[in-house]
């Protein structure tokens, strides 16, 4: 458990580094999804960081569109509508103390946690995707925080995205 008392850089710096220890299974992960082909109806893919606003772990789905979305659990490949949770190891960073993300009366923070970590997940995921060779991935490609935690900056992951 990370205690609460930390300042906002050192809440910073312990999240990323516990990040960190994630980066080389998600470098893994990320260039098999990279080398899965891709159906011709797809024509965006965006990447969604959803936060859990009490501290537990994030977790990151990507979605593909298309003209004509569908739904078909049953098909496995990467087609239009469909989404697909990207399995981290993220399960460490629940280990903040709830404090860190938990509104006080009247809905203000006392601390910026989910601010601070969405910011953080987000730099650390595209650098990820990156080093996997993102950049090249076929399809206009973005990253945001879901709800806009943290600075509400969409990022571009790939250059056909620019």
């Not at 109806?41 to 009490?54: G, L, N, R, W």
């Amino acid at each position: 458990m990370v205690p609460f008392g930390l300042t906002e850089s050192q809440f910073v710096t312990r999240y990323r580094g516990l990040l960190d220890r994630a980066s080389a299974p998600a470098i893994t992960l990320l260039r098999s999804l990279h080398s899965r082909a891709v159906n011709d109806d797809v024509k965006t893919a965006e990447v969604q960081v959803f936060m859990d606003e009490y501290g537990g772990a994030p977790s990151i789905w990507i979605y593909y569109h298309g003209e004509n979305n569908k739904v078909d659990h049953s098909d496995q490949s990467l087609f239009s509508g469909r989404s697909l949770e990207l399995e981290l190891p993220l399960s460490p960073l629940a280990d903040f103390d709830d404090r860190y993300f938990m509104p006080m009366e009247g809905g203000e923070v006392e601390f910026p946690g989910p601010a601070l970590a969405g910011n953080t997940i987000k730099s650390w995921f595209a650098e990820c995707w990156w080093k996997a060779g993102g950049w090249e991935y076929p399809l206009p490609t973005t990253l945001a925080i879901h709800d806009d935690w943290g600075d509400g900056a969409i990022i571009n992951l790939t250059e056909a995205a620019c």
